[in-house]
Nanobody, 123 residues
Framework: EVQLVESGGGLVQAGGSLRLSCTGSGIHFENYAVGWFRQAPGKEREMISCFANSDGKTYYADSVKGRFTISPDNSLNTVSLHMRSLKPEDSAVYYC????????????????WGRGTQVTVSP
């Protein structure tokens, strides 16, 4: 059984930092595109960062570029997201995903998903 488990969410003040981690079991991340999505109340889920193991490319949403860094570690089957200069609008539930296509985090329902971790940024 494949499981993705996120950790590291919490409450932080604006301008602060958090590091999210996702650990996979029953799966080899090296064969997937692994990444992070988030969903705020009343908003659609959005992809914020993705690492494509198939070609080594990294993607970031414009809203987080320069502030967030994705760090995959295939030897440990983990993918981390280091978030800096956090803003209240970064508050959301953050989800880890693994896309078997390998080239991009498509966000498809058929991908593997974690249960999410809450990030709340206070003003």
């Amino acid at each position: 059984e494949v499981q993705l488990v996120e950790s590291g969410g919490g409450l932080v003040q604006a301008g602060g930092s958090l590091r999210l981690s996702c650990t996979g079991s029953g799966i080899h991340f090296e064969n997937y595109a692994v990444g992070w999505f988030r969903q705020a109340p009343g908003k659609e889920r959005e992809m914020i960062s993705c690492f494509a193991n198939s070609d080594g490319k990294t993607y970031y949403a414009d809203s987080v570029k320069g502030r967030f860094t994705i760090s995959p570690d295939n030897s440990l089957n983990t993918v981390s997201l280091h978030m800096r200069s956090l803003k209240p609008e970064d508050s959301a539930v953050y989800y880890c995903s693994a896309d078997p296509g390998g080239y991009y985090c498509s966000g498809a329902a058929e991908d593997y998903w974690g249960r999410g971790t809450q990030v709340t940024v206070s003003p």
